[in-house]
């Protein structure tokens, strides 16, 4: 009915960049928030931003200035710039999507994740 799906994740040197993206498709009316989380081995799923149809950024406190999420309403995607990567930052991130569909359903959606290793 409703798919996000993530990619851009890879391995990445210490200080390096990479841009994940996520696309959204299936029967959507509409989607409200997106944003991007991720889970770290041994760890709980933890918010990185979010970001409102009207393009309002909210973003981890300890993010602030090295990641960067964006979004085009018109192809419904949602993308995270991510900068002076760290090895810390190395987790599975997740896409998410409030979304309504046609049918009247709202549905808070989940990608399926993408890996991103950062090595020292």
């Known amino acids: 009915q409703v798919q996000l799906v993530e990619s851009g994740g890879g391995l990445v040197q210490a200080g390096g960049s990479l841009r994940l993206s996520c696309a959204a498709s299936g029967s959507i009316f509409r989607i409200n928030a997106m944003g991007w989380y991720r889970q770290a081995p041994g760890k709980q799923r933890e918010l990185v931003a979010t970001v409102t149809s009207g393009g309002s950024a909210v973003y981890a406190d300890s993010l602030k200035g090295r990641f960067t999420i964006s979004r085009d309403n018109a192809v419904k995607m949602v993308y995270l710039q991510m900068s002076s990567l760290k090895p810390e930052d190395t987790a599975v991130y997740y896409c998410?999507?409030?979304?309504?569909?046609?049918?009247?359903?709202?549905?808070?959606?989940w990608g399926q994740g993408t890996q991103v290793t950062v090595s020292s």
């Open positions: 998410n999507a409030d979304i309504l569909t046609y049918g009247s359903q709202r549905l808070n959606s």
